[in-house]
């Protein structure tokens, strides 16, 4: 089983800032990473896969990078429709496995 | 584009059994990797079983074995989830996804509350 440290687990964060969100692995994952955002009452959505490719639709100021055991989302100018908890997910092997969630509040 | 439409909310006493279906549009089931993704009130997504395609077989997560049985009928592209033996930690909304991979399509989820 692979296990996944996300951190930190909430960020207080205001309109306009940088944030990164960390995802380590307890071994090499080459670049199988994902990460969803995820809204109060609804589905995850897919933003990033392949460690840093952006999901269709997904603007711009987010961003990922990493690859084997350290994985880093970043939005890089905070909006308010992004005020969310984020998760990372590996598939390189099974089972899969999800990071235990970062929430994004507002400060 | 795949749409994933689920059943609706149920609620269960202990020890009784769970079915979930999910509903696909836009592809067939037999072009999908199905898997299932469960989320107890306020904590973090836990997967619980899907479809490998490069060995053909449905891969369930050890804690759930014995418990969930995972199946298609492809002739209605309707996919299931059954999980028996309910308990109250049971409770959850459980998501059926696509696996592109990752997990590009979810459905729009289905409560499952156990309580006697």
């Known amino acids: 089983v692979i296990w996944m440290t996300q951190s930190p687990s909430l960020l207080s964060a205001s309109t306009g800032d940088r944030v990164t969100i960390s995802c380590r692995m307890s071994q090499g994952i080459s670049s199988y990473l994902a990460w969803y955002q995820q809204k109060p009452g609804k589905a995850p959505e897919l933003l990033i896969y392949a460690a840093s490719t952006l999901q269709s639709g997904v603007p711009s100021r987010f961003s990922g990078s990493g690859s084997g055991t350290d994985f880093t989302l970043t939005i890089s100018c905070l909006q308010s429709e992004d005020f969310a908890t984020y998760y990372c997910q590996q598939y390189y092997s099974f089972p899969r496995t999800f990071g235990q969630g970062t929430k994004v509040e507002i400060k | ?116």
């Open chain 2, 1 to 116: 584009q795949v749409q994933l439409v689920q059943s609706g909310a149920e609620v269960k006493k202990p020890g009784a059994s769970v079915k979930v279906s999910c509903k696909v549009s836009g592809y067939t089931l037999t072009e999908l990797s199905m898997h299932w993704v469960r989320q107890a009130p306020g904590k973090g997504l836990e997967w619980m079983g899907g479809f490998d395609p490069e060995d053909g077989e449905t891969i369930y997560a050890q804690k759930f074995q014995g418990r969930v049985t995972m199946t298609e009928d492809t002739s209605t592209d309707t996919a299931y989830m059954e999980l028996s033996s309910l308990r109250s930690e049971d409770t959850a909304v459980y998501y059926c996804a696509t696996e592109g991979p990752p997990f590009d399509y979810w459905g729009q989820g289905t409560l499952v509350t156990v309580s006697s």
